[in-house]
């Protein structure tokens, strides 16, 4: 059999998988090996995660590597994110503040039972001619910068060795390169898990008798919906799978909730009963028998890393690179973005091109985007058991996802030099203050939490009732020119600018009795109660006033009396 490939692939699960997709779709003639540890078939429902997409990584599934039939076909379809807060009365689902869709999202996404659809993927990328090795542990890797680079591997307790031009690391949190090369780097922020899956479905309309909540929703869009309910440093989250299994999982933070609080099946059931009742009597009886169908725990799941691409013909895709959190759900969008670099190099140097530029630009687009994104979850898990808090968080944090990343992503944007030039390369780039602006309000955030504990019951909360939000999902995959993509994401910006100020103004007026009135410069938003903080601009012409549309946009997610009403008072 043939032992010199194009490209090596170490590890066939998503990262791995879909990379060897995206290559091959792009360049059939492309030869490729996936080397593969796990001797069969994965298992349905079990053992891995990363199940609920959103809509950056929905759409490379579906668009990129036109998947969208079998997912439509094979796995559920999602009714978006949906939150239940902390409360008096958690025994009473109905009476927690809820947010969430409430009618059908134009924009999709899924519910992925990972085991059917990694075998579905194994079955494809060998039926489109790559060659994916079962049982094959990669036990060395040689690069060779100057000629051609060999990879070792034990099947069958034999050593046997290929040789390739390019070596893709996916071997998840193996992290094969990282640990042969040492480009690990600290990450921050900490958090721990643990998820088990139960057999059957697991509606959680049917846990209350409350009509009037049941049919506020379409039947059958809550179960779709993957759920957190939420606390102080912590969420559990139901997904239901396709395999019409469900998936659990508690998320957390250990200055609030040790790991050794859940880190076994008795002991998670334990911490469901202090701290989501009705989950715990909901689902415990699920989990007797052979009701229990894994468990599974992660300690400080989230890592850092230094590297990305390598001049020397290497990457690292997946969770062999970072990972960050999966509140939110951004994995399988890592995988989208960090594919999609890497298969441009691939291919242009397939083509002969030199890619040393591309290389440096595209690792550090990666690595900045990470390191943004580290802001939304870093001591962000003490924030969870204020309502009012995280509503607002929740709102900015989707606004911002779907008006710049997910917009560049489904314009291929992030893979194209120019585009990227202009949005970072000068301090005044428009990506650089996006960076800046989301970073300022993750700060507002914490700041504001001493002063904010209210308790809220009763209410729910729908994002599509908020037209800017609305229009930065629906408009994700909208394509644009170059030129016109640049001034598209200059107005989402401004949009960001103006719900960054209006937010602020409320905030402000709460914390500091402010005029929920003043004219704001956003890059200079907070509350003045941490030594050395910045002064507030109120005068500059950089300050600004935010529209009446984005005013009452975020009157609706603000629990308090309204701005007008906060005026007069
Ligand atoms: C608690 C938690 C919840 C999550 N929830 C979500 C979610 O809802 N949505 C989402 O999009 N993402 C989620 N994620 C992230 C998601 O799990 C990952 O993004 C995804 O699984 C990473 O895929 P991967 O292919 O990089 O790694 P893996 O799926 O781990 O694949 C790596 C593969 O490499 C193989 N391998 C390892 N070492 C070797 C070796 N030496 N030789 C050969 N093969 C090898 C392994 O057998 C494995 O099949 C979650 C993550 C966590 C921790």
């Given at each position: 059999m043939n032992d010199q490939y194009d490209v090596v692939v170490l590890g066939g699960g998503l990262a791995g998988l879909t990379l060897s997709l995206q290559l091959k779709n792009a360049k059939p003639d492309i030869s490729i090996l996936i080397l593969e540890r796990r001797e069969s078939e994965a298992a349905t429902a079990a053992h891995k995660v990363g199940e609920s997409t959103v809509e950056l990584g929905t759409h490379y599934l579906r668009e990129v590597l036109d998947l969208k039939g079998y997912l439509e076909k094979h796995e559920l379809p999602k009714h978006g994110l949906r939150f239940f807060f902390k409360n008096d009365t958690k025994e009473d689902i109905a009476s927690r503040v809820e947010l969430g869709p409430r009618l059908r999202l134009p924009v999709p996404s899924h519910q992925l039972d990972r085991g059917t659809l990694e075998n579905y993927l194994m079955k494809l990328t060998r039926q489109k001619g790559n060659r994916l090795e079962l049982g094959a542990k990669v036990s060395g890797v040689?690069?060779?910068?100057?000629?051609?680079?060999?990879?070792?591997?034990?099947?069958?307790?034999?050593?046997?060795?290929?040789?390739?031009?390019?070596?893709?690391?996916?071997?998840?949190?193996?992290?094969?390169?990282?640990?042969?090369?040492?480009?690990?780097?600290?990450?921050?922020?900490?958090?721990?898990?643990?998820?088990?899956?139960?057999?059957?479905?697991?509606?959680?309309?049917?846990?209350?008798?409350?009509?009037?909540?049941?049919?506020?929703?379409?039947?059958?869009?809550?179960?779709?919906?993957?759920?957190?309910?939420?606390?102080?440093?912590?969420?559990?989250?139901?997904?239901?799978?396709?395999?019409?299994?469900?998936?659990?999982?508690?998320?957390?933070?250990?200055?609030?909730?040790?790991?050794?609080?859940?880190?076994?099946?008795?002991?998670?059931?334990e911490w469901m009963r202090v701290n989501e009742p009705l989950a715990h009597k909901m689902l415990v009886p699920l989990g007797e028998g052979d009701g229990l169908m894994d468990f599974k725990i992660l300690k400080h799941y989230a890592h850092h890393t230094q590297k990305v691409y390598s001049t020397d013909r290497w990457g690292t895709a997946g969770e062999s690179g970072p990972f960050l959190d999966p509140l939110y759900s951004p994995g399988t969008d890592f995988i989208a973005m960090n594919n999609s670099w890497l298969s441009e190099l691939i291919l242009r140097d397939l083509a002969g091109e030199d890619i040393e530029t591309r290389v440096n630009v595209y690792e550090q687009c990666h690595l900045a985007l990470v390191?943004?994104?580290?802001?939304?979850?870093?001591?962000?898990?003490?924030?969870?058991?204020?309502?009012?808090?995280?509503?607002?968080?929740?709102?900015?944090?989707?606004?911002?996802?779907?008006?710049?990343?997910?917009?560049?992503?489904?314009?291929?944007?992030?893979?194209?030099?120019?585009?990227?030039?202009?949005?970072?390369?000068?301090?005044?780039?428009?990506?650089?203050?996006?960076?800046?602006?989301?970073?300022?309000?993750?700060?507002?955030?914490?700041?504001?939490?001493?002063?904010?504990?209210?308790?809220?019951?009763?209410?729910?909360?729908?994002?599509?009732?908020?037209?800017?939000?609305?229009?930065?999902?629906?408009?994700?995959?909208?394509?644009?020119?170059?030129?016109?993509?640049?001034?598209?994401?200059?107005?989402?910006?401004?949009?960001?600018?103006?719900?960054?100020?209006?937010?602020?103004?409320?905030?402000?007026?709460?914390?500091?009795?402010?005029?929920?009135?003043?004219?704001?410069?956003p890059y200079t938003i907070n509350l003045g109660k941490k030594e050395g903080a910045v002064m507030l601009d109120t005068e500059s012409e950089n300050a600004i006033v935010p529209s009446e549309a984005v005013m009452k946009d975020v009157d609706v997610m603000w629990f308090y009396p309204k701005a007008k009403e906060m005026e007069t008072a």
């Open positions: 040689d690069i060779d910068a100057a000629s051609m680079h060999t990879v070792s591997y034990i099947k069958d307790g034999e050593e046997k060795k290929v040789t390739c031009r390019w070596v893709a690391d996916a071997s998840g949190r193996s992290s094969v390169l990282k640990r042969k090369f040492q480009f690990q780097k600290p990450m921050e922020h900490h958090a721990n898990a643990a998820w088990w899956r139960l057999k059957g479905v697991i509606d959680i309309d049917t846990w209350t008798d409350d009509k009037e909540w049941q049919n506020f929703l379409e039947p059958n869009l809550r179960y779709l919906s993957t759920v957190h309910f939420m606390d102080s440093g912590y969420w559990l989250w139901v997904i239901p799978l396709g395999s019409k299994n469900t998936s659990i999982g508690i998320v957390a933070d250990p200055a609030v909730h040790p790991f050794d609080t859940f880190n076994t099946y008795e002991k998670a059931v390191d943004a994104w580290i802001p939304i979850y870093q001591n962000k898990y003490l924030l969870m058991g204020n309502t009012q808090i995280m509503v607002i968080k929740i709102f900015w944090d989707w606004a911002v996802y779907w008006a710049v990343p997910c917009h560049l992503f489904a314009n291929k944007a992030f893979t194209n030099i120019s585009i990227l030039r202009e949005l970072f390369a000068s301090k005044k780039g428009l990506g650089r203050k996006f960076g800046q602006l989301h970073q300022i309000m993750q700060d507002l955030f914490l700041e504001w939490l001493p002063y904010e504990n209210q308790t809220f019951s009763n209410r729910y909360i729908d994002p599509f009732d908020l037209k800017v939000l609305q229009k930065f999902q629906q408009d994700i995959e909208v394509q644009h020119e170059p030129a016109e993509l640049i001034e598209q994401i200059g107005k989402n910006m401004n949009l960001l600018e103006q719900l960054a100020v209006a937010i602020f103004r409320l905030v402000n007026a709460q914390v500091n009795g402010a005029s929920p009135d003043i004219k704001v410069n």
